[in-house]
């Protein structure tokens, strides 16, 4: 119930901040963008953990509030690294985590929609992160919400892909541009063949659906090889980049 209140008027005190994470392509070694991670600094515990404070803010409700003014932060973020980039680079993307409130809301697509017109961001430069348990259940709805988001050209990634009971089915029904592989996998894909035997497979289910996949938790140089050669297109991880605050963020990019 503390933390409910604190959270409530925390984005307006600025305790509230985003950090970004360079994504990376495996090809080229270029970075192509970079996921928008909450943090919050609390006057006297110092920072919550995402964990902790998305979760209050998921049960009470404050999502509705606190989700869209994280959109259209990252969204004006976004703007300022194209401005910073040289001419000729291709734009980076900016993805954000939605939670699964926030997509059954409906209202999603409206305030999409608003942050991109009221930014100036592109459609195609900004991504949804949506999990595996937010689909579920009402498929049909989430199906129908994805495929107008994606009308507009908003990308829609799958996160912590592989944790979820039944990732393959969904990608039957629910209509994404990627996937992204829970960093559990990731963490022993050289040590444990079973986890570089599924990485591989999904690497090869995705692509064989026309679906991009984004490999997290890159903490060795060693997974970075293995990722690259196995096709895997994208990656994001300790040892490609930590996130960062906008600031600094911005300083990566001249
Ligand atoms: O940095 P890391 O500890 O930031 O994030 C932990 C978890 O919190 C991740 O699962 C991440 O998806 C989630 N998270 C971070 N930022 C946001 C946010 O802005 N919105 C939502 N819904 N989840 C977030
Ligand atoms: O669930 P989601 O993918 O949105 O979670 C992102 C979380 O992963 C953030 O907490 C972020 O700080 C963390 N993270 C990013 N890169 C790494 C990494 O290489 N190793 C580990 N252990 N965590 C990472
Ligand atoms: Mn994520
Ligand atoms: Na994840």
């Not at 999603?108 to 259940?137: K, Q, R, S, W, Y």
Request: aromatic content about 6%.
């Amino acid at each position: 119930v503390h933390l409910e209140h604190e959270l409530r008027g925390a984005w307006d005190r600025g305790e509230l901040s985003l950090v970004y994470q360079p994504v990376y392509r495996l090809g080229d070694g270029a970075m192509v963008g970079a996921e928008a991670l909450l943090r919050w600094r609390h006057p006297e515990q110092g920072l919550v953990a995402p964990s902790v404070f998305i979760d209050v803010a998921e049960q009470s409700g404050l999502i509705e509030t606190l989700g869209p003014q994280v959109l259209r932060a990252a969204c004006q973020d976004a703007v300022r690294w194209q401005h910073v980039r040289p001419a000729a680079s291709e734009p980076l993307f900016v993805s954000v985590n939605v939670s699964p409130r926030q997509l059954r809301s409906g209202d999603l697509p409206n305030v999409v929609a608003a942050c991109l017109h009221d930014t100036g961001l592109a459609a195609h430069n900004l991504h949804l992160e949506l999990t595996e348990t937010a689909v579920i259940g009402d498929e049909i709805h989430a199906s129908n919400l994805l495929a107008r988001l994606r009308s507009t050209g908003v990308k829609v990634w799958l996160d912590d892909f592989g944790t979820g009971f039944s990732g393959l089915s969904h990608l039957r029904r629910v209509p994404v541009d990627g996937v992204k592989i829970d960093r559990s996998f990731i963490a022993d894909v050289l040590r444990d063949p079973d986890d570089l035997a599924l990485t591989t497979a999904i690497i090869a289910m995705a692509h064989s659906l026309g679906i991009t996949v984004v490999a997290e938790g890159v903490e060795k140089e060693g997974q970075y090889a293995v990722l690259r050669e196995r096709g895997c297109d994208l990656a994001q991880g300790y040892w490609l980049g930590h996130p960062v605050g906008a600031d600094e963020f911005m300083t990566l990019l001249g």
